[in-house]
């Protein structure tokens, strides 16, 4: 029988992991819930999800609206065996009572704290870790990116040091109210930024330090790595650890993939649902190792690069599968990632 999962909170990410989890052959979506009746809560029932409401005195809205819902996010969670939080950060707590007055294990996003749950996620750096657990979080676009580029060096070589310089998009595409406009952002004008100890609840014991910058771009985030290894690697080497690894793709300015909106491009012409590019492309040519350091570049698709880590996450809470590798080719064969 397939698990029942309900996403509270059909957003940016919420409706992709939706389509995600309806993709899986051991999961099903039970309900998506949403807090207003506009374009996105019309088409979720286009698409056959069944819609419950997050505020039960908005219902005439949605009657108004023409929009079918089915209940309340109260009724879709009593009805689910977890329930993904993709609701935006800081309203997770509030919910969390919620899903412990229902015995419902639950998955979180990146824009809550590490402390809502005490355990952070990602499939390729600690998969075990979250095997039965009641809650887990799915850590940020940013971390997500970092740990699925660093995990293998960290394996294969160890890392004495890393420094991170993130370039951040200054909001999805859709979001006309962010910003900047004009400008580069020094974001937060401090070091370090936050990125580096998240990603250490997720490569634990990782000396990271990051800064990070806000720029006039809504397509990907960019980051530029520099990694003091143990253990002296040859370019050829780590080329080849992360060719054998999903989710990272190597890809060449000289094939005219010279910028992140190349990258975008890229995945369109991969027929991706939505555009999505889920993978972390690196820039085959910013590889090099220097004086034992290694240096590169990759970019973040911040919209869809959790997505295949939330279905982890699921059937790591659920036990559906125990092995971490096993999930990640499980999810990857259905969503078509490389
Ligand atoms: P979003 O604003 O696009 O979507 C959030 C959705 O939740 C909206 O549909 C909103 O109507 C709904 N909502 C608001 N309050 C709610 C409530 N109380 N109950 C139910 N639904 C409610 O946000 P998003 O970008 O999808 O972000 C969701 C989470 O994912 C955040 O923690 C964010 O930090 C994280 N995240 C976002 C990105 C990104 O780039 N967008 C990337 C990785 C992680």
Redesign the pocket.
């Known amino acids: 029988m397939k698990a029942s999962i309900a996403v509270?909170?059909?957003?940016?990410?919420?409706k992709r992991v939706a389509d995600a989890v309806s993709a899986q052959d051991d999961m099903k979506i039970i309900g998506v819930?949403?807090?207003?009746p506009d374009y996105?809560a019309k088409m979720a029932v286009h698409k056959g999800y069944d819609l419950y409401i997050?505020i039960p005195e908005r219902e005439k809205l949605f009657d108004e609206a023409g929009i079918e819902i089915a209940g309340t996010?109260d009724d879709m969670i009593e009805k689910s065996d977890l329930v993904v939080d993709?609701?935006?950060?800081n309203?997770g707590p509030e919910?969390l009572e919620k899903y412990k007055a229902n015995g419902v294990k639950a998955t979180?996003?990146?824009?809550?704290k590490h402390d809502l749950t005490g355990l952070s996620f990602n499939s390729i750096a600690n998969y075990s870790d979250s095997v039965g657990m009641e809650y887990t979080r799915v850590v940020?676009?940013n971390t997500t990116g970092m740990a699925r580029s660093l995990t293998p060096i960290s394996k294969n070589w160890g890392i004495k040091k890393v420094r991170a310089v993130m370039v951040r998009r200054g909001g999805?595409p859709y979001q006309v109210n962010k910003g900047p406009i004009n400008g580069i952002v020094p974001n937060p004008p401090k070091v370090p930024s936050h990125h580096g100890p998240d990603l250490e609840t997720v490569l634990r014991g990782v000396d990271i330090t990051t800064l990070a910058l806000l720029v006039p771009t809504t397509l990907m985030h960019q980051h530029n790595l520099m990694v003091e290894l143990e253990n002296d690697a040859k370019i050829d080497d780590v080329i080849d650890v992360w060719e054998k690894r999903s989710r990272v793709l190597l890809l060449k300015a000289e094939d005219g993939l010279t910028s992140t909106a190349g990258f975008m491009e890229y995945a369109k012409e991969l027929g991706r649902n939505r555009n999505d590019l889920y993978e972390i492309p690196i820039w085959r040519e910013s590889v090099n190792v220097v004086d034992g350091e290694l240096f590169y570049m990759q970019a973040v698709h911040?919209?869809s690069d959790?997505v295949p880590e939330n279905v982890d996450a699921i059937r790591a809470l659920l036990e559906l599968e125990t092995d971490g590798e096993k999930s990640i080719a499980k999810t990857n064969k259905a969503m078509g990632i490389l």
């Open positions: 509270n909170g059909y957003g940016t990410i919420g819930s949403k807090t207003k996105e997050a996010t993709c609701t935006p950060g309203v919910n979180y996003q990146g824009g809550e940020s676009c999805d911040q919209e959790v």
